[in-house]
């Protein structure tokens, strides 16, 4: 056994690909996890109790007006906060894929369109939205008032009489929050990696396979992907159109960005409305600066790739089933098709099956999946 891993480790030198600008680049993907900053816009961000009821409520059906579903039947704690369906069905079948609900904390704008800018906000809608949850401030009042929660609820907000039924949803989607911003994905093959290289330790970096180097060496060169998809989220958190197809039938489209701004400007719940808790109205330039253009039309938020292997099928409608065919599309993408413009940032790759094969080894280390 020994004599064998001694044959093995003498035969196979392995080695860093990368060259010394590639190594710097490589470095602007972490340091993993981030350090948290509570929210300041959410006085209970960070609260254990409210994390707690949070993860409650996240698990349990009163939060849907028939008690037919919770948020986890779509983010499914078990198939990393998201499901396997192209398009969940909720009340009807919904337009778009579903995220996973992880490393969501402190993010500039949530949802595919960018209609939230801000966490608690994105875990408001879904409770009132008719397609999914479908609760009125009066329902979900009522329902949270019966539940075995109110307790825990009255604890961290107050007495629910004094409250109204507004006041109620926002305390509710805070808690939501102060869970989600502890789902964070784990550190990964890619991480170790990437810290070793920090180090200088250049031989426990070469234990990262090579054909993930030869992957990452496209990812930031000819691929041009880590223009989009930079920093330790490897996102760069914007709306691009990526060339996919934006149809929701013959007649109807999914008019990404620009419906969500549209939402956004006339959303209560921004950092600048009156249901943040920061006096000082942190962050609130955004919302307040942001403006509506016809290019904005059909471009979706750049997806993390953190965890990317384990939330398959891909893309704002999940048109995509595995990484594979993402590599194709970027590879094969037809310009004629990219509808925002003034972007010309993809174009057609021309990769050999060796370098697709490369790109998504190195997408799968963004993945803490143990690879056999
Ligand atoms: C019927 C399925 C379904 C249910 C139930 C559901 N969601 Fe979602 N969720 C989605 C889909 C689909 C999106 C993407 C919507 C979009 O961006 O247009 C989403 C988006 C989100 C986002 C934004 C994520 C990001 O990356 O920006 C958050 C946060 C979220 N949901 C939280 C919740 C919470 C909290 C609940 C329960 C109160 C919930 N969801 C219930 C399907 C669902
Ligand atoms: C112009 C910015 C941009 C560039 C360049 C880019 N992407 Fe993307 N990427 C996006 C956007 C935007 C989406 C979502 C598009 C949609 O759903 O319509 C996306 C989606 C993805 C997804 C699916 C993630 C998910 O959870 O659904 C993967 C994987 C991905 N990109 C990998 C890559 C790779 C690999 C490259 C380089 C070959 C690349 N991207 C280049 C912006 C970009």
Redesign the pocket.
């Given at each position: 056994m020994t004599a064998a891993l001694v044959l093995l480790t003498s035969s196979v030198r392995a080695e860093v690909l990368l060259s010394e600008d590639e190594i710097q680049q490589t470095l602007s993907f972490g340091p993993w996890p981030p350090s948290f900053q509570p929210d300041p816009s959410n006085r209970v961000s960070n609260d254990p109790r409210a994390i707690a009821l949070g993860a409650a409520l996240f698990d349990h059906p009163v939060l849907s007006i028939d008690g037919a579903f919770a948020c986890a039947s779509c983010h499914d704690p078990q198939q990393a906060l998201t499901n396997s369906e192209a398009r969940t069905f909720g009340r009807v079948i919904l337009d778009r894929?579903t995220?996973?609900l992880r490393n969501l904390a402190g993010l500039r704008w949530y949802g595919?369109g960018g209609k939230s800018d801000n966490l608690w906000a994105a875990s408001l809608h879904p409770i009132i939205e008719e397609q999914e949850m479908a609760h009125s401030k009066e329902s979900l009042m009522r329902a949270i008032s019966e539940s075995t929660y109110i307790e825990d609820f009255e604890v961290i907000f107050g007495d629910v009489q004094s409250q109204d039924t507004e006041q109620v949803l926002v305390n509710i989607a805070k808690a939501l929050s102060a869970y989600l911003e502890t789902l964070v994905t784990e550190r990964t093959q890619f991480d170790d990696f990437r810290d070793a290289l920090e180090r200088s330790d250049l031989a426990e970096a070469a234990n990262y396979p090579e054909a993930a180097q030869r992957g990452l060496q496209?990812?930031l060169g000819r691929?041009?992907?880590?223009?989009?998809?930079n920093g330790p989220r490897f996102?760069?958190n914007e709306?691009?159109?990526?060339?996919?197809p934006?149809f929701l039938s013959e007649t109807e489209v999914d008019d990404?960005r620009f419906g969500g701004l549209n939402f956004l400007l006339s959303s209560p719940y921004t950092l600048d409305g009156d249901w943040t808790d920061d006096p000082e109205k942190q962050g609130a330039w955004a919302v307040r600066n942001v403006r509506r253009s016809h290019s904005d039309f059909?471009?979706?938020?750049?997806?993390?790739?953190r965890g990317?292997a384990e939330?398959a099928?891909?893309?704002?409608?999940?048109s995509?089933d595995d990484?594979d065919a993402?590599?194709r599309h970027?590879?094969e993408i037809d310009i004629e098709r990219l509808h925002a413009d003034g972007?010309a940032?993809?174009s057609e790759?021309n990769l050999s099956e060796q370098e697709i094969a490369d790109?998504v080894e190195?997408?799968e280390t963004l993945s803490g999946v143990t690879r056999p």
């Amino acid at each position: 056994m020994t004599a064998a891993l001694v044959l093995l480790t003498s035969s196979v030198r392995a080695e860093v690909l990368l060259s010394e600008d590639e190594i710097q680049q490589t470095l602007s993907f972490g340091p993993w996890p981030p350090s948290f900053q509570p929210d300041p816009s959410n006085r209970v961000s960070n609260d254990p109790r409210a994390i707690a009821l949070g993860a409650a409520l996240f698990d349990h059906p009163v939060l849907s007006i028939d008690g037919a579903f919770a948020c986890a039947s779509c983010h499914d704690p078990q198939q990393a906060l998201t499901n396997s369906e192209a398009r969940t069905f909720g009340r009807v079948i919904l337009d778009r894929n579903t995220p996973s609900l992880r490393n969501l904390a402190g993010l500039r704008w949530y949802g595919w369109g960018g209609k939230s800018d801000n966490l608690w906000a994105a875990s408001l809608h879904p409770i009132i939205e008719e397609q999914e949850m479908a609760h009125s401030k009066e329902s979900l009042m009522r329902a949270i008032s019966e539940s075995t929660y109110i307790e825990d609820f009255e604890v961290i907000f107050g007495d629910v009489q004094s409250q109204d039924t507004e006041q109620v949803l926002v305390n509710i989607a805070k808690a939501l929050s102060a869970y989600l911003e502890t789902l964070v994905t784990e550190r990964t093959q890619f991480d170790d990696f990437r810290d070793a290289l920090e180090r200088s330790d250049l031989a426990e970096a070469a234990n990262y396979p090579e054909a993930a180097q030869r992957g990452l060496q496209l990812f930031l060169g000819r691929g041009n992907c880590a223009f989009c998809h930079n920093g330790p989220r490897f996102s760069n958190n914007e709306f691009h159109d990526a060339g996919v197809p934006y149809f929701l039938s013959e007649t109807e489209v999914d008019d990404g960005r620009f419906g969500g701004l549209n939402f956004l400007l006339s959303s209560p719940y921004t950092l600048d409305g009156d249901w943040t808790d920061d006096p000082e109205k942190q962050g609130a330039w955004a919302v307040r600066n942001v403006r509506r253009s016809h290019s904005d039309f059909g471009t979706f938020r750049t997806p993390s790739l953190r965890g990317v292997a384990e939330t398959a099928p891909y893309m704002h409608d999940g048109s995509l089933d595995d990484l594979d065919a993402v590599v194709r599309h970027y590879n094969e993408i037809d310009i004629e098709r990219l509808h925002a413009d003034g972007e010309a940032i993809l174009s057609e790759l021309n990769l050999s099956e060796q370098e697709i094969a490369d790109l998504v080894e190195f997408l799968e280390t963004l993945s803490g999946v143990t690879r056999p």
